[in-house]
């Protein structure tokens, strides 16, 4: 019982540690989902958080090598901020019912499992100091992890179909985190200086979600000129 009692901590702490750093992987979930037809919406999280995790098991373990990476978090950032954007000009296609029902779910698994990626590649850091390399810490803590992380992003998914100014405000989430992970890049904090790059972090992330914003509601005016005109 004493040895057990330390693992049992252990997978308490990785699970702890992945519901606090994944808020905004649930918001790219429920953001992902929210057009999918009802009985397609619950599948699709699922499969989207569970690819999510696999993804973050894989990252855990090559992590501390990629972050070091210059450039990486640079590449990251203008992925996350297309994402962003896209999540954006989808809900506008949505809408309009361009988007076929059986394109829906495996296009929201991948857009899960992309920014998911992208995103985790600070957050896995945590939960592998936690693990301290043993596969089945890892591996049960983040499974264990899937039905709450769903849970949230089920939440979140009832304030973006309640209240459509969340899906902006999602977005703008989204662009925070990108704008903060490009001025995080080794490769800039060489050249700025550590204390610098750290002072611009909440001013990046600022100006990351007020560019998705700004090109989202741009682009989403632009295709409702369109359909505009073709009506």
């Known amino acids: 019982m004493d040895e057990l009692a330390p693992q049992l901590l252990k997978i308490v702490q990785i699970i702890w540690i992945n519901i606090v750093l994944s808020g905004d992987n ?7 989902c929210r057009g999918l037809p009802g009985r397609r919406r619950a599948m699709g999280m699922v499969l989207g958080a569970g690819v999510a995790v696999i993804l973050r098991i894989i990252f855990t373990v090559l992590v501390a090598a990629l972050l070091s990476t210059p ?50 590649l600070d957050n896995v850091l945590a939960i592998a100091a936690v693990a301290q390399g043993s596969w089945f810490l890892l591996v049960l ?13 089920a939440l979140i998914m009832a ?37 610098f790059a750290h002072r611009l972090e909440l001013p990046a992330a600022t100006l990351g979600a007020a560019i998705v914003i700004g090109l989202g509601y741009v682009l989403r005016r632009r295709a409702q000129s369109a359909a505009a005109e073709r009506v």
Request: hydrophobic share 60%.
């Open 26 to 32: 649930a918001v790219v979930i429920a953001l992902a």
């Open 71 to 120: 450039f990486l978090k640079i590449a990251g950032s203008l992925l996350l901020f297309w994402i962003a954007v896209k999540l954006l000009v989808e809900d506008q296609d949505d809408q309009e019912g361009k988007i076929g029902e059986t394109d829906r779910l495996w296009h929201a698994v991948r857009t899960i499992a992309i920014a998911d990626a992208v995103m985790s």
């Open 141 to 153: 803590g983040l499974a264990i992890s899937i039905p709450l992380i769903v849970a949230g992003a």
């Open 159 to 195: 304030l973006l179909s309640r209240f459509p100014v969340f899906v902006w405000l999602g977005a703008g989430l989204l662009g925070w985190v990108a704008g903060q992970m490009l001025i995080t890049d080794p490769w800039l904090d060489e050249r700025l200086g550590t204390s």
